[in-house]
């Protein structure tokens, strides 16, 4: 069955826009146009039954589908330019069909791999570990040890287990897709909080350069968010930082309760491999 004329000039227009997004720098106006061509074209695709697909003919209407899943993979990658989590979830949830039912009726895309990875790596910014491991078990042994697409986000999971953060920072600078960091930054601002919390736990005080090494902190005015955020009081004058380490009743957590002697140790780790990486 041929591609109805209407959707395939649709679909051409979308991918066209969407390629000179890239040249214009994200420009919203263009990710507006986008937005308007997407929502087009899902109108297009559920008139002629094609954004679901399971209960069509995929051999008889194999162009049709391929068109399909372009437009659902320009929507996921168009949702993180957006960086609009929601939406890049609601993508991937209509490619799965595509990708998981279709997969031996429909030639691959070049962007199954890129997009796989985002949903890992979606999963690891969500703290759905349970989540990413499924979805990683479910692909091909050969595809997760050869793609550097989803061996970027088994590795991410590898350093979080293994508490090397450091690593996982430094992986912001050398990612396979723009479109990673996005994950990746949110993956990072979860760490934060992590390590945030060891620190009111192990500490009374830290010096504020300290604070900032460990947190990842670049810029001072970065560091006092972060801390007004946590509740944490800066002293200007010796240029130290207070924590809030009480519990609701008053009472400081008892000693059995903090690991105080590995999370010192941990944290100097870390701030050793940060000092080696500048």
């Excluded at 909080?193 to 902190?217: G, K, M, Q, W």
């Excluded at 010796?238 to 009472?251: A, C, I, M, P, R």
Aim: aromatic letters at 8%.
């Amino acid at each position: 069955m041929t591609v109805d004329a209407a959707l395939k000039e649709a679909h051409s227009a979308l991918i066209k826009q969407f390629q000179s997004i890239e040249s214009r720098g994200n420009d919203i106006s263009a990710l507006k146009n986008v937005e308007a061509q997407l929502a087009n074209l899902k109108v297009l695709l559920t008139s002629h039954d094609l954004l679901y697909p399971q209960a069509i003919d995929a051999a008889a209407n194999k162009e049709s589908l391929v068109l399909a899943r372009d437009v659902l993979e320009v929507g996921a990658l168009w949702s993180i330019r957006m960086k609009n989590t929601n939406q890049f979830d609601r993508y991937w949830s209509q490619l799965k069909p595509f990708y998981l039912d279709l997969a031996d009726e429909l030639p691959r895309s070049t962007n199954y791999e890129p997009i796989l990875g985002l949903s890992l790596l979606r999963d690891l910014a969500a703290n759905s570990i349970a989540s990413f491991h499924i979805s990683l078990e479910s692909l091909p042994m050969e595809l997760v040890r050869d793609s550097p697409y989803i061996q970027h986000p088994v590795l991410l999971e590898r350093w979080l287990m293994e508490g090397s953060y450091s690593n996982v920072w430094r992986e912001r600078e050398n990612v396979p897709l723009d479109e990673y960091r996005f994950f990746v930054d949110i993956l990072v601002v979860t760490i934060r909080h992590e390590i945030a919390s060891c620190e009111e736990r192990a500490y009374d005080t830290l010096p504020l350069n300290d604070v900032a090494t460990l947190l990842f902190f670049d810029a001072l005015p970065e560091v006092l968010e972060f801390a007004k955020e946590r509740g944490w009081h800066v002293n200007p004058t010796n240029q130290t930082v207070e924590f809030s380490n009480k519990n609701t009743d008053g009472t400081a957590d008892s000693e059995e309760n903090i690991p105080m002697r590995s999370t010192i140790t941990t944290n100097l780790h870390f701030a050793k491999e940060l000092e080696s990486i500048v």
